[in-house]
C-alpha cells in the first residue's frame, strides 16, 4: 500500500469515536483549531525507516511508517482539561489497539500501535494565554511490500 493510505485509515478510525465528530481530525490541517470546543486530533507524517532486501524469490521490503497524532484539548483552566486529555488519550489508545493486527484490513500491514506519547506541552494564543493542552502521540505501523519491475521479475 502507501504511507497515505496507512494514515487515511488511521484518520477513519479516530472519525469512529464518538469523541470526535469527522471534521475534528483532519490531515494537516490546523484550522480545526480556530473552532471552540474540541477534541480535536491532527494526523501528520512522522519518520520512517525502511528494511529488508527483496530477491528474486519473492521476500518483501518492510516500510515502518510513524503517524503522528496531536490531540488537543480546549485549556480552559480549571484542571479538567488534564482529566479530559487523559481520558481522550486512553480512548486513543483503546481503539487503536483493536486493529494491532492489519489497520483494519490494510494490505500488507503486520502491526499498528500507538507505541509513544510525549510529554504534555501547552499551546498559548497570540495574546499569550494558555489555549489548548496538546499531546502528540505516535502510531507505528510495520508494513511489508512487494517490489515489483526493475530488477525484480513480477
Known amino acids: 500500500m502507501s504511507y497515505v493510505t496507512i494514515q487515511a485509515k488511521a484518520q477513519t ?3 469512529a469515536l ?3 465528530g469527522d471534521a475534528d481530525v483532519t490531515r494537516g490541517d490546523y484550522r480545526v483549531l480556530e473552532q471552540v470546543g474540541g477534541p ?3 494526523l501528520t507524517p512522522g519518520g520512517f525507516k525502511r528494511s529488508g532486501a527483496a530477491t528474486s524469490y519473492g521476500e ?3 516500510n515502518f511508517w510513524d503517524v ?4 488537543f484539548e480546549r485549556h480552559w483552566g480549571d484542571g479538567s482539561e488534564y482529566d479530559n486529555l487523559v481520558a481522550d488519550r486512553q480512548t486513543m489508545i483503546d481503539e487503536m489497539d483493536k486493529y494491532d493486527i492489519s489497520l483494519d484490513g490494510v494490505s500488507g500491514v503486520m502491526y499498528a500501535a ?3 506519547g510525549d510529554p504534555v506541552r501547552t499551546v498559548y494564543d497570540q495574546a499569550g494565554a494558555a489555549h ?3 499531546q502528540r502521540m ?3 505501523v510495520h508494513e511489508k511490500v512487494d517490489i515489483q519491475g526493475g530488477e525484480y521479475p513480477s
Open 60 to 62: 518483501k521490503k518492510s
Open 40 to 42: 480535536y486530533c491532527v
Open 68 to 71: 503522528t497524532f496531536d490531540l
Open 13 to 15: 478510525l479516530l472519525q
Open 132 to 134: 489548548w493542552l496538546m
Open 138 to 140: 505516535t502510531l507505528e
Open 18 to 20: 464518538s469523541l470526535f
Open 114 to 116: 500507538i507505541t509513544k
